[in-house]
């Protein structure tokens, strides 16, 4: 099992749409969470942090769920420019330090 | 702040030949990290520091050799390139402390050995 899990994509969605994107991780032992958007040929840049009690930034929506072990993405009224691979990342304690594990990505296009 | 600086952006080297792919940053982090990017595939971990001398393996470190003699630089050195090098190489750094730390990345270094 991949130490985290996305849906590969691509999500093809109207302008407008409401779409939502899930990952999972297999190590419970998982601390921090985040959404990465990669542009094409571009670095990846935090999008937004994954907290507990879920998050909300504008469009965004991103929640967690410990027991289950998965992480969700929620984008409403979707936009031309939200048109990206979105990274799912978590973080784990190992070693002295932390390692940050990435998801392979979902690719999202949204269409006019 | 320049934020996290990559070179160079593109190289073309022949199987066998060597290069050092340059990153730095100016935000005084202690952490860094150099990860590839394959077609399709997630970022896998070559090697990371977690200060000036301190470097250790990731997931993906044959091939590969780093140095990490100041704050701001960390190296990445391949010898003896080989096809399977080719991808795209990400540097990146944070700051120590709590696991919840954003991760600041360079904009790649696109590198084709043929």
């Known amino acids: 099992r991949k130490e985290v899990e996305q849906d590969p994509g691509p999500f093809n969605v109207p302008e407008g749409a409401t779409v939502a994107f899930n990952c999972t991780y297999s190590n419970s032992a998982s601390q921090s969470f985040f959404w990465y958007r990669q542009d094409c040929r571009k670095e990846p840049k935090l999008l937004m942090s994954?907290?507990?009690s879920g998050n909300e930034d504008g469009r965004f929506t991103a929640q967690l769920n410990r027991a289950s072990q998965y992480i969700s993405l929620l984008i409403r009224d979707s936009k031309l420019s939200d048109s990206a691979t979105y990274l799912c990342?978590?973080?784990?304690?190992?070693?002295?330090?932390?390692?940050?594990?990435f998801g392979t990505g979902t690719r999202l296009k949204v269409l006019a | 702040n320049a934020g996290v600086t990559q070179t160079p952006k593109f190289r073309i080297l022949k199987i066998g030949q060597s290069m050092t792919l340059q990153c730095a940053q100016d935000?005084?982090?202690?952490?860094m990290y150099w990860y590839r990017q394959d077609p399709g595939m997630g970022l896998k971990l070559i090697y990371y520091?977690?200060?000036?001398?301190?470097?250790d393996k990731g997931e993906v470190p044959n091939g590969y050799n780093v140095s990490r003699s100041t704050t701001e630089d960390f190296p990445l050195r391949l010898e003896l390139a080989a096809p399977s090098q080719t991808s795209v190489y990400f540097c990146?750094?944070?700051?120590?402390?709590?696991?919840?730390?954003?991760?600041?990345f360079g904009p790649g270094t696109r590198l084709t050995v043929l």
């Open positions: 935000m005084n982090h202690n952490y």
């Open positions: 994954v907290y507990s």
């Open positions: 520091s977690v200060g000036a001398g301190i470097t």
């Open positions: 990146a750094s944070s700051s120590p402390g709590l696991a919840g730390r954003e991760q600041f």
């Open positions: 990342v978590v973080n784990l304690p190992t070693s002295g330090t932390y390692k940050y594990i």
